[in-house]
């Protein structure tokens, strides 16, 4: 009997320390949200700026939607406070307390939701998203890809044109590798730190930026394909 208090003890202890672990991280999160945030689209296309704020409302915390809001992304009308759910979920709600939109860090500063239907959503600090919309700006215009030896293979142009609601339009010159041709890509995007090249099939190519300037296919390879801008 006195080791089978001895465990049960033990479990009990380990239950309220995971407990207290939870409630730990969810007070923390919310002591980190407030502030400016930008919620968007994956790529950008249509933003909102978010202010979450540490008052009280009746169904968790206030917060303030810029005026273009409802405009850029309807489903926002609904929204009118914010926060936390369980351990890590930062929830934007209706009058209610019920979900709009919820979010997970999949980064730091940085939460995906997703809404059934729509697609994904980003919110993130909006300091670093401003930082991140000059970074794509410095993106557009015309690149050429070379092997490792620096041989070039082909050229392109990133545009800021919109292909549809994620990414948008990309234009090969002539005269590319055969690789690249039949690849052919006609859309990219910026994220996560990635220039992302999708063909009309659905196939991707990720290049990351390296230690010289330049943009290289992850994952590497022993004949690497690297983007240079022009």
Same mark, same amino acid.
């Given at each position: 009997?006195?080791?089978?208090?001895?465990?049960?003890?033990? =479990?009990?202890?380990?239950?309220?320390?995971?407990?207290?672990?939870?409630?730990?991280?969810?007070?923390?999160?919310?002591?980190?949200?407030?502030?400016?945030?930008?919620?968007?689209?994956?790529? !950008?296309?249509?933003?909102?700026?978010?202010? @979450?704020?540490?008052?009280?409302?009746?169904?968790?915390?206030?917060?303030?939607?810029?005026?273009?809001?409802?405009?850029?992304?309807?489903?926002?009308?609904?929204? =009118?406070?914010?926060?936390?759910?369980?351990?890590?979920?930062? !929830?934007?709600?209706?009058?209610?307390?019920?979900?709009?939109?919820?979010?997970?860090?999949?980064?730091?500063?940085?939460?995906?939701?997703?809404?059934?239907?729509?697609? =994904?959503?980003? @919110?993130?600090?909006?300091?670093?998203?401003?930082?991140?919309?000059?970074?794509?700006?410095?993106? &557009?215009?015309?690149?050429?890809?070379?092997?490792?030896?620096?041989?070039?293979?082909?050229?392109?142009?990133?545009?800021?044109?919109?292909?549809?609601?994620?990414?948008?339009? =990309?234009?090969?010159?002539?005269?590319?590798?055969?690789?690249?041709?039949?690849?052919?890509?006609?859309?990219?995007? @910026?994220?996560?730190?990635?220039? &992302?090249?999708?063909?009309?099939?659905?196939?991707?190519?990720?290049?990351?930026?390296?230690?010289?300037?330049?943009?290289? !296919?992850?994952?590497?390879?022993?004949?690497? @394909?690297?983007?240079?801008?022009?």
């Amino acid at each position: 009997m006195r080791a089978l208090r001895v465990v049960a003890f033990t =479990v009990a202890a380990c239950l309220a320390a995971i407990g207290l672990a939870h409630a730990q991280d969810a007070t923390s999160l919310k002591k980190q949200m407030p502030g400016q945030w930008e919620l968007s689209t994956t790529e !950008r296309s249509k933003t909102c700026v978010v202010t @979450l704020k540490s008052d009280a409302a009746a169904q968790g915390f206030k917060l303030e939607l810029e005026p273009a809001c409802k405009t850029a992304l309807p489903f926002t009308k609904d929204i =009118v406070a914010w926060n936390v759910r369980g351990l890590d979920i930062v !929830r934007l709600q209706d009058a209610t307390g019920e979900a709009v939109i919820d979010f997970t860090e999949v980064e730091a500063g940085i939460f995906e939701g997703l809404r059934q239907g729509e697609g =994904v959503y980003i @919110l993130q600090d909006l300091a670093a998203a401003r930082s991140m919309a000059k970074s794509m700006d410095q993106m &557009i215009g015309d690149w050429s890809m070379v092997r490792g030896n620096g041989q070039p293979v082909c050229g392109l142009t990133l545009t800021n044109t919109e292909a549809d609601s994620d990414n948008f339009q =990309v234009f090969l010159k002539p005269k590319c590798d055969a690789t690249i041709a039949q690849f052919n890509p006609t859309q990219w995007r @910026l994220e996560r730190g990635q220039i &992302i090249l999708m063909s009309k099939s659905g196939e991707a190519w990720q290049f990351e930026a390296d230690d010289h300037a330049q943009w290289r !296919r992850v994952p590497d390879t022993a004949d690497p @394909l690297i983007m240079l801008r022009q």
